[in-house]
Structures are given as C-alpha cells and as structure tokens.
C-alpha cells in the first residue's frame, strides 16, 4: 500500500498493538488509541525506536467527545485517517457465570455467578464497549475517508461469534454483533468506496484472558485443554499469525472487492465438529 494515516483503538493491547508494529514497519503513520495512555504511548515508543512514526492518544471508545477531542489532535499531528482498525473491546467478570452449563439449583445460588444472577450492568458494559466501541469511533472517523481512494475500516470480531463458548454469553453475543455490523457497515458505505471487513481471531493469549487459559504456576488450565482439543492445529496463535489476514485485508489493491467479509484465524477451531 502507498503510505497510510492508520489509527487504531484499543492499541495498548497484545493483539492491535502488533498491529500498530507491523503497520508502522510498512511505512505507515500510525495513530494508537487506547484507554490507557501509558499502555499505548509504550507501544508507540518502541515503534519510534525502530525507526517507525507513531503517536499515542488517551481515548474512551465509549465516549464521543473523547474520540473527537482524539480526533482533532491527529489530524493536527497527522491529517485525515485513512484506515480505521476497531480494536477496543474485551470481556468484564460481571458478564461471565460460573458454570459452564446449567446445574440444579442455579437458579436460586447467590454464592456463585450462575445465569440467573448475572449483572445486568455487566452485560451491559460488555455489549457496550464491545459494539458502542466500534460504532462511535466509526462514526468519528469515516468522515475523513470520504471522498478518498483506498480507505477501509476493519474490525475485530471473535471465534465467539460463530460459535458461542460457554460462561461468556456477552462477550459471546456482542462479538456476533460486530460481525453483523461489519456486513451491515460493507453495504451502507460501499457507495462511498470505503471497505468494511473483519478480522475473527480463534485463540491467542492476551492479558485478559491468560488468568482463563493458566493457573498462577503457569500450568494449562481445563479450559486449556478443551480448546486445544478442538483446534486441529493443537495450539494457540501467536500475535503476528494475525498479519497476513490483516495485510491482505487492509489492501486496497489485493482486496478490492472484498467488503462484509469476516475472516477467521483460528487454527482450523469454526472447521471442526470435535468428532
């Protein structure tokens, strides 16, 4: 791709902080949005070091004159956007139950999390920061790419969305709105040249879910071994197994009737039954 204004939320993370690295090594100006200002400054820093041109930004995806006030401070440090990555989002403890699948009784326990005591609140933060988090930016943003050649948006969406796993109904749900959502977004702006696609990453180990997939002594929790059992590839994906969905992705060239597509990278997991 000829040189791009990127900017890409949730950028303090594992995964769309290596996005921002291999983005910036391609000669690209990148912009990194996240919460923590510290988290993503550290990121942009190391893309300095190595010779890429990178800035940090403090940003609530869920607020709207958060992401303007972001806005505004890139197009003075860089101009318009050309490329929107929506990587903000994740899970909350308030939206996960206990169990993985009923058990007698649930429906009366206050002692654990069961389905019938989840936080509404929870819920509705995760299906917020989630959703909200991607169409707010979306709607700050796409305004730059109007009228431009080559813009794009690409989203995160999740294995979830395909197919639910178990204790996470929101995080499940609300990834299965971002895949719906891309679709709709590839339609609504196709008259204005502008891609919509997403990316479904299957699992790779982030900060968020390491206390899911490992005990403290950093052995393989029982929730490790189901899902290593039900991806052909019997292993996780490493971060920059993501790139070439993203490069391609991205490319306005290589994929330029591409738009409403989700592309999983998962190790084969939404290929296989488990028989």
């Known amino acids: 791709m000829d040189q791009k204004i990127i900017v890409i939320t949730g950028a303090g993370g594992v995964l769309c ?33 190595e010779g890429g041109d990178a800035r940090a930004y403090g940003c609530n995806v869920l607020k709207k004159d958060s992401l303007e006030e972001a806005h505004q401070a890139i197009l003075k440090d860089y101009g ?22 009923y058990e ?7 002692d654990i999390k069961t389905f019938f005591n989840l936080d509404p609140d929870g819920i509705g933060f995760v299906f917020n920061l989630n959703f909200l988090g991607t169409l707010l930016p979306t709607q700050v943003f796409v305004p730059d790419m109007i009228g431009k050649e080559g813009c794009s948006i690409l989203n995160v969406s999740s294995m ?11 995080y499940s749900g609300a990834k299965a709105a971002i895949s719906n959502f891309t679709q709709w977004l590839a339609v609504h702006f196709a008259p204005a040249g502008i891609r919509v696609n997403a990316i479904a990453p299957g699992f790779f180990v982030t900060h968020q879910n390491r206390g899911l997939l490992f005990n403290e002594d950093g052995t393989p929790t029982a929730r490790t071994g189901k899902i290593l059992a039900a991806t052909p590839m019997n292993r996780f994906g490493e971060s ?24 999983p990278v998962d190790g084969g997991f939404s290929a296989y039954s488990g028989v």
Do not use: Q
């Open 17 to 49: 902080s290596g996005f921002a690295k291999v983005l910036a090594k391609e000669g690209h100006k990148i912009a990194l949005l996240d919460l923590n200002l510290e988290a993503a400054e550290g990121f942009a820093e190391e893309i300095r070091k």
């Open 80 to 101: 318009k956007c050309d490329i929107l990555i929506n990587g903000a989002g994740g899970n909350n403890p308030r939206g996960t139950t206990d169990h993985e699948t």
């Open 104 to 110: 007698p009784g649930d429906e009366t326990r206050e």
């Open 160 to 170: 979830n969305a395909f197919c639910p796993l178990t204790k996470i109904p929101a």
């Open 240 to 263: 920059e197994e993501l790139n070439g969905a993203l490069n391609f992705l991205l490319d306005p060239e290589k994929a330029s009737f591409i738009t409403g597509v989700v592309l």
